[in-house]
């Protein structure tokens, strides 16, 4: 997400977030649930996921997106599911 973007988040704004921690870089369903601005620096935000542990991340901001989502901005963390679910594909056409 863009750094202006990103200084516009609300509180219960909806977004799309990569769980840095998940290994896959599962894309999930989010709600910024906490914004702690900094002035003219990047802001703090926090983002729920809405998924059954439901935990609150504070992700960096170019593992968030916002809904509805645009193609047109790069993402490589989307770039690798895609990469991967094409190989998927080939692998169970090839097989």
């Known amino acids: 997400m863009i750094a202006l973007y990103w200084n516009a988040l609300r509180a219960g704004d909806r977004v799309a ?3 840095d921690l ?8 989010g ?4 914004v702690q601005t900094h002035g003219h620096e990047a802001h703090d935000v926090g983002i729920r996921l809405e998924r059954p542990d439901s935990k609150t991340l504070r992700p960096r901001r170019q593992a ?9 901005l790069p993402c490589w963390r989307c770039d690798v599911i895609a ?6 594909a080939g692998k169970l056409v090839a097989a």
């Open 64 to 72: 968030v997106h916002l809904l509805p989502l645009d193609r047109r």
């Open 17 to 19: 977030v990569h769980d």
């Open 83 to 88: 990469a991967s679910g094409t190989e998927r």
């Open 31 to 34: 709600v910024v649930r906490l």
């Open 22 to 29: 998940d290994a896959d870089l599962t894309m999930y369903d």
